[in-house]
């Protein structure tokens, strides 16, 4: 079965720190590209960074550049989401997901050729 699941959401306060943990099953991530969504409530959901793992390449959202970053260990099938300087307008629900190909437009990431998304995890940055 093809699966993603998230882990490492929680509860923390504005300024600290959390990392999502985006771990595949039933097939080998490095063939495809890896995005992390999220969406608060009442809003639509958004992307927030992805890689490619054809090339390494990686986009961010300008929202969380210089606080996020996104890498990924092949060894374990992972993606990880590291959020520093976390804000209360960070929290959402953090979604990764997989696809054909990792790009941007007008500065948010986006995946083409979504194929399976994760269940979710809630990030809540109090203030």
């Known amino acids: 079965e093809v699966q993603l699941v998230e882990s490492g959401g929680g509860l923390v306060q504005a300024g600290g720190s959390l990392r999502l943990s985006c771990a595949a099953s039933?097939?080998?991530?490095?063939?495809?590209?890896i995005g992390w969504f999220r969406q608060a409530p009442g809003k639509e959901r958004e992307g927030v960074s992805c890689?490619?793992?054809?090339?390494?390449?990686?986009y961010y959202a300008d929202s969380v550049k210089g606080r996020f970053t996104i890498s990924s260990d092949i060894a374990k099938n992972t993606v990880y989401l590291q959020m520093n300087s976390l804000k209360p307008e960070d929290t959402a629900v953090y979604y990764c997901?997989?696809?054909?190909?990792?790009?941007?437009?007008?500065?948010?990431?986006?995946?083409?050729?979504?194929?399976?998304w994760g269940q979710g995890t809630q990030v809540t940055v109090s203030s």
């Open positions: 039933g097939f080998t991530f490095d063939d495809y590209a």
């Open positions: 997901a997989a696809g054909d190909l990792c790009t941007v437009v007008a500065g948010t990431p986006l995946l083409r050729g979504l194929e399976v």
């Open positions: 890689i490619n793992s054809s090339d390494g390449s990686i």
